[in-house]
């Protein structure tokens, strides 16, 4: 039995894989882009752009290296007390390296979200279970993005390129004898097959410039899950410790379940330069949140035992998981962000952003027997650059420092059951969020 306990642990870390997803979506890439509430699909040029439109990064000038950090806090509620759903902390990374072929610019571009705590974790849960379906800290996974943009003429940048998703298949078997009698004399073998399978998620964008005060975005980005589907399989003996009797025993197990879901989206927006120190931007988010699947595993089992005789009886296999579905709605998401830069030297700028978000909640009333917990959310954002030439003699280049700060707040919701017997009952959801970061940046 301890030879099963280990490799049912071993399975348990093949099948939280290296995989794409992350909380870039929900909590922002750059301390820059979060500051402007993420309404940059037509403003950034920096690594944060092989997030939000590709093509922002054919207007890079400089190499650029940049290294980020985040830490986001949450207060989320219900029925006035906190579900300690984890906080989110990770690094990011970008790298712009922009170059000509003839005589056209083009950029490359890489993007990395690590998360500190652990490299990659996956959890399903019970669909009866409330819990914080947007924001419950379940999937901490690494991000990887790289993508290539190109600026054929002047007033038009096209980018495009790929993230990547891992998912996971594997086996587990048991085979032998196992002793009631003497357990640590049981005979039992195992092996485990573990498989990453990698799919790739399309990302791309256009930017067009039809003036020198106003620029366009469009970007497209692909849907991502992390599949998740393990099959157990024990074959084998059970020695009651009478005689010579052997009870054989067979046990089937599958399952199935999709974690770290990132839903298909399109996003539209504007940047509209007011004066050479004043920058408006508004973007509108489609989010494709009806394509949502379920988290919930989907089980099946099957146990078949000989009894030969025995005044036993096997209680019968349970009925396989029945998910149900869950119903999300499309959205359209606006974004607004204003960056001013309040000074202006040869030899530095001190810019400041304010953003801000309306997230309506996709998922619909929970009156049945789910309870995927959510509310709407309004995200305020404020930021603060700096942008350093210092003009040595071994660096002519420029460092960038950007801070950001984030409010979100998850106004009350009320979910009031269809069923007065429902095991759960009514409840009362309303939640609090802050983010906080910074981004470092060196352009040579």
Do not use: C
Request: net charge positive; hydrophobic share 40%; no cysteine.
């Amino acid at each position: 039995m301890r030879a099963a306990g280990r490799a049912a642990g071993l399975l348990a870390a093949l099948a939280a894989g290296s995989a794409e997803a992350s909380p870039l979506g929900t909590y922002g890439f750059g301390s820059r882009e979060t500051a402007l509430g993420g309404a940059v699909t037509a403003d950034t040029s920096s690594g944060s752009a092989v997030f939000y439109n590709p093509a922002g990064l054919a207007l890079a000038r400089r190499l650029e290296l940049s290294a980020g950090y985040l830490r986001v806090d949450q207060r989320l509620e219900i029925n006035g007390k906190d579900s300690n759903v984890d906080p989110v902390r990770g690094l990011n990374f970008g790298v712009v390296a922009p170059g000509t072929v003839a005589r056209i610019p083009f950029a490359f571009g890489l993007g990395v979200h690590l998360p500190d705590e652990r490299i990659s974790r996956v959890r399903t849960l019970r669909q009866e279970i409330p819990r914080w379906e947007l924001y419950d800290n379940r999937a901490q996974i690494l991000f990887i993005a790289a993508t290539l943009a190109v600026r054929p003429v002047p007033w038009l940048a096209l980018g495009g390129g790929v993230a990547f998703l891992s998912s996971t298949r594997g086996d587990f078997g048991i085979s032998g004898t196992a002793s009631l009698k003497e357990p640590y004399d049981s005979q039992l073998r195992h092996q485990v097959d573990a498989d990453l399978t990698t799919v790739r998620i399309p990302l791309l964008g256009a930017r067009i410039e039809p003036h020198e005060r106003l620029s366009v975005g469009v970007a497209y980005r692909g849907e991502s899950k992390l599949d998740l589907q393990l099959d157990a399989d024990i074959k084998g003996q059970v020695d009651p410790g009478i005689g010579n009797l052997r009870v054989p025993v067979t046990y089937g197990l599958s399952s199935k379940s999709f974690d770290a879901f990132h839903p298909r989206q399109v996003a539209l927006g504007s940047s509209v330069k007011l004066s050479p120190s004043l920058r408006v931007n508004v973007d509108f988010v489609w989010t494709q949140w009806s394509a949502y699947q379920s988290a919930t595993s989907r089980s099946t089992a099957n146990l078949e035992v000989d009894l030969q005789g025995l005044p036993l009886a096997i209680p019968p296999n349970p009925k396989p998981t029945v998910v149900r579905d869950p119903g999300f709605r499309d959205r359209v998401t606006p974004r607004l962000g204003v960056e001013a830069v309040a000074v202006r030297r040869a030899s530095f700028e001190l810019p400041l952003r304010v953003g801000y978000v309306y997230e309506h909640s996709p998922v619909p009333p929970q009156t049945g027997a789910t309870n995927f917990v959510d509310s709407d959310r309004h995200t305020l954002a404020v930021g603060l650059g700096l942008l350093l030439r210092p003009g040595l003699s071994f660096f002519q280049g420029e460092v960038a420092l950007d801070l950001h700060g984030a409010l979100m707040i998850l106004p009350e919701r009320i979910t009031k059951k269809s069923n007065p017997a429902d095991f759960v009952g009514d409840y009362r959801q309303r939640g609090r969020q802050t983010n906080l970061g910074a981004t470092l940046g060196l352009r040579f």
